[in-house]
């Protein structure tokens, strides 16, 4: 199957922060993709920025290195390198500094009428005051878009700073929180599961599910990023966003249309009818952990003290908690998230678990009988697989077996899955903001994840250890076991 592409107009994209790590290893083998597939027209520039000097030419040997190293070599034709290099432009400047802006300034001006998008691939200190020297130099246009990246703030009163100083130079319908994980093929296509089949949408309620699982796993550990991870941790680094995002797509209404904000309309009211976590519950519905040395993929790795170079620290490298939302449709429904790094294998997927059947006609040599399970996975094998109970083939009566009916999008589809900011990049310039946050929508986050932390920080308890390459602490296990319930695991995954 070819996959339909549709022109986006001519723009001027703008990279702050071009010569960091997300733009090596996101933005520039993504654009490269976009171009490569005939999506960005001729005449469209891409226009890096930093306070780092550079030439066009040592831009474009920059940009030449970083897609030898993150994109296919079977996907680098040397005549679309070169379309592709030949975009590219470079700016110097400096976010505290005057120098260099005017320098832009001059780069746009001859395509002042373009769409022109700002990427902020910086972080977020710099936020505001880039967009300050972006008006300050008259560089903010009708069609002008920004992007931010996040963290977006730290607590709630921070992300509100955030907000109002971004706010003061771009209006809402200009501004783009971007989240990788609402670009990904899978989260598109829960959507489709449920509100483009007859299937699923009757059955999706308190009535018919159980719970609901959310798992963001990864194998990695803090990777030289500990001094930023330390001020951060993993409930605001996943939680906080990709997660109740995750969660919001799962649990909301069906909106009225496709259109941004009639589906941000809907994922703002499941975020505010999750029901809050006070201090008192803190203990019993969350857990936090923090991996020690042990082994990932097969060798000896760290722990997360010896890699912060510190003896102690109340960061958490692992959060499981337990989430509720207090609507008609989801009441008594526990919604299960767990983060971690360190764990042994990186994995997303949201499971829906229906309730057991009410009664069984079969007698006990058929064999026990599993609930059914809707399990969504966005990486690193992007599909969906529903577990049905069926009759194992052949003769000697009734014998039943729990088996999958598996889709991977690679598999039925035949194509090279697009990469989140390949989607997310296009939709900028298209602009269409369904994918991206909306400020009430990070605000009414926050509003939810604030007493958790202002609870763990009052308390004197440091996380639960787990070995790295385990499934977190025990804690976890009993968080859910509590419960009747246990943490999905797909024998399948690596």
């Known amino acids: 199957m070819t996959p339909r592409i549709i022109p986006v107009e001519l723009f001027d994209l703008v990279v702050f922060g071009a010569t960091g790590d997300l733009s090596q290893r996101k933005l520039l083998p993504a654009l490269f993709h976009r171009d490569l597939a005939g999506q960005i027209p001729p005449g469209s520039r891409i226009i890096g920025c930093s306070r780092r000097a550079m030439t066009n030419e040592e831009f474009a040997a920059f940009a030449r290195k970083a897609l030898e190293d993150h994109v296919a070599a079977a996907d680098r034709p040397p005549e679309m390198m070169t379309r592709f290099l030949d975009r590219l432009h470079y700016v110097?400047?400096?976010?505290?500094?005057?120098?260099?802006?005017?320098?832009?300034?001059?780069?746009?001006?001859?395509?002042?009428?373009?769409?022109?998008?700002?990427?902020?691939?910086?972080?977020?200190?710099?936020?505001?005051?880039?967009?300050?020297?972006?008006?300050?130099?008259?560089?903010?246009?009708?069609?002008?878009?920004?992007?931010?990246?996040?963290?977006?703030?730290?607590?709630?009163?921070?992300?509100?700073?955030?907000?109002?100083?971004?706010?003061?130079?771009?209006?809402?319908?200009?501004?783009?929180?971007?989240?990788?994980?609402?670009?990904?093929?899978?989260?598109?296509?829960?959507?489709?599961?449920?509100?483009?089949?007859?299937?699923?949408?009757?059955?999706w309620n308190s009535g018919h599910?159980?719970?609901?699982?959310?798992?963001?796993?990864?194998?990695?550990?803090?990777?030289?990023?500990?001094?930023?991870?330390?001020?951060?941790?993993?409930?605001?680094?996943?939680?906080?966003?990709?997660?109740?995002?995750?969660?919001?797509?799962?649990?909301?209404?069906?909106?009225?249309?496709?259109?941004?904000?009639?589906?941000?309309?809907?994922?703002?009211?499941?975020l505010k009818a999750l029901k809050p976590i006070t201090a008192e519950a803190v203990p019993t519905v969350t857990v936090r952990g923090q991996y020690r040395a042990g082994a990932a993929n097969g060798e000896a790795v760290k722990g997360y003290l010896e890699e912060l170079g510190s003896n102690t620290s109340k960061t958490e490298t692992f959060v499981a908690l337990k989430a509720e939302i207090a609507n008609w449709r989801w009441a008594g429904v526990p919604f299960y998230l767990r983060t971690g790094k360190r764990l042994p294998a990186r994995v997303s997927e949201i499971v829906v678990t229906f309730k057991p059947i009410p009664h069984s006609v079969f007698?006990?040599?058929?064999?026990?009988?599993?609930?059914?399970?809707?399990?969504?996975?966005?990486?690193?094998?992007?599909?969906?697989?529903?577990?049905?109970?069926?009759?194992?083939?052949?003769?000697?009566?009734?014998?039943?077996?729990?088996?999958?009916?598996?889709?991977?999008?690679?598999?039925?589809?035949?194509?090279?899955?697009?990469?989140?900011?390949?989607?997310?990049?296009?939709?900028?310039?298209?602009g269409?903001?369904?994918?991206?946050?909306?400020?009430?929508?990070?605000?009414?986050?926050?509003?939810?994840?604030?007493?958790?932390?202002?609870?763990?920080?009052?308390?004197?308890?440091?996380?639960?250890?787990?070995?790295?390459?385990?499934?977190?602490?025990?804690s976890a296990v009993a968080l859910i076991e509590r419960d009747g319930r246990t943490w999905y695991e797909d024998q399948d995954i690596d």
């Not at 939680?239 to 941000?264: F, G, I, W, Y």
């Not at 909306?438 to 605000?443: A, G, K």
């Not at 202002?454 to 250890?465: C, F, G, R, V």
């Open 92 to 203: 110097t400047a400096d976010a505290a500094q005057d120098a260099g802006w005017a320098d832009l300034g001059q780069v746009l001006k001859p395509e002042a009428g373009r769409i022109r998008v700002f990427y902020l691939a910086v972080g977020p200190d710099l936020f505001g005051p880039i967009c300050d020297k972006l008006a300050a130099h008259h560089l903010v246009t009708a069609r002008t878009r920004v992007v931010i990246e996040k963290p977006l703030g730290k607590s709630g009163t921070s992300a509100h700073a955030l907000n109002e100083s971004i706010g003061k130079v771009f209006k809402e319908p200009q501004i783009y929180r971007i989240d990788h994980y609402l670009g990904k093929e899978t989260v598109q296509n829960l959507m489709a599961l449920r509100f483009a089949n007859a299937l699923f949408e009757p059955v």
């Open 209 to 270: 599910v159980d719970h609901v699982q959310i798992t963001v796993a990864e194998t990695l550990g803090v990777e030289g990023r500990a001094g930023y991870y330390d001020t951060a941790g993993a409930l605001r680094d996943m939680v906080q966003n990709h997660m109740l995002q995750l969660l919001c797509l799962v649990a909301m209404e069906p909106p009225t249309s496709t259109q941004a904000d009639a589906l941000r309309d809907e994922k703002l009211k499941v």
């Open 363 to 430: 007698d006990g040599q058929a064999g026990p009988i599993a609930p059914n399970r809707l399990v969504i996975r966005l990486q690193p094998d992007e599909g969906v697989k529903l577990w049905l109970m069926i009759k194992d083939p052949g003769p000697g009566g009734m014998r039943l077996s729990n088996v999958p009916l598996d889709m991977s999008f690679a598999d039925a589809f035949n194509v090279r899955n697009p990469d989140a900011y390949e989607r997310l990049l296009m939709d900028v310039v298209r």
């Open 432 to 474: 269409n903001q369904a994918l991206f946050m909306r400020r009430d929508e990070v605000e009414a986050a926050w509003s939810w994840i604030d007493p958790v932390l202002e609870a763990w920080s009052a308390s004197s308890e440091l996380p639960k250890q787990y070995t790295a390459g385990t499934w977190g602490p025990s």
